[in-house]
């Protein structure tokens, strides 16, 4: 998941890191009032939204020199392209996309995890599925 959100393996390793050590040294305040994976869940996704603010990484790829430079031919071109596009999204539609396509998750699995309302994840996933589609569309 961290991965997903972060597109750098050795940033999520670092931030899934930091997000075990924190999670273990709160685990005697955890009162179990979510489920163990949502907690740990909100803690990694924490994590990333410190990440992406100490960066400052709004905008982590310019696709059209990617795209231009490389030219996509095969298939692990295409799912790199695809992560990145995914990774330059705005952080709440990356989250969704993340959930929904990464970790095959349920519409209400996210919700719950996200502690939002069902409506609010299908919005997102749309508006995520819109940009991404302008994003991946060659020119």
Not at 12 to 23: K, P, V
Not at 71 to 83: A, M, P, Q, T
Not at 95 to 100: H, N, P
Request: hydrophobic fraction near 40%; aromatic fraction near 12%; include cysteine.
């Amino acid at each position: 998941m961290v991965y997903g959100m972060i597109g750098n393996y050795d940033d999520a390793s670092d931030i899934t890191q930091d997000a075990l050590f924190l999670a273990y040294k709160a685990f005697p305040k955890f009162r179990g009032e979510a489920g163990i994976y949502t907690w740990l869940y909100r803690i990694a996704k924490n994590e990333c939204r410190k990440h992406f603010y100490k960066k400052k990484l709004h905008t982590i790829l310019s696709l059209r020199v990617e795209i231009h430079n490389s030219g996509i031919d095969n298939d692990i071109d295409s799912k790199l392209r695809v992560r990145k596009a995914v990774a330059s999204l705005p952080f709440e539609y990356r989250e969704s996309i993340t959930l929904k396509y990464f970790n095959s998750m349920s519409y209400q699995e996210i919700a719950d995890t996200l502690q939002v309302p069902i409506g609010t994840v299908r919005s997102r996933l749309a508006r995520g599925r819109a940009v991404l589609e302008k994003k991946l569309k060659v020119r």
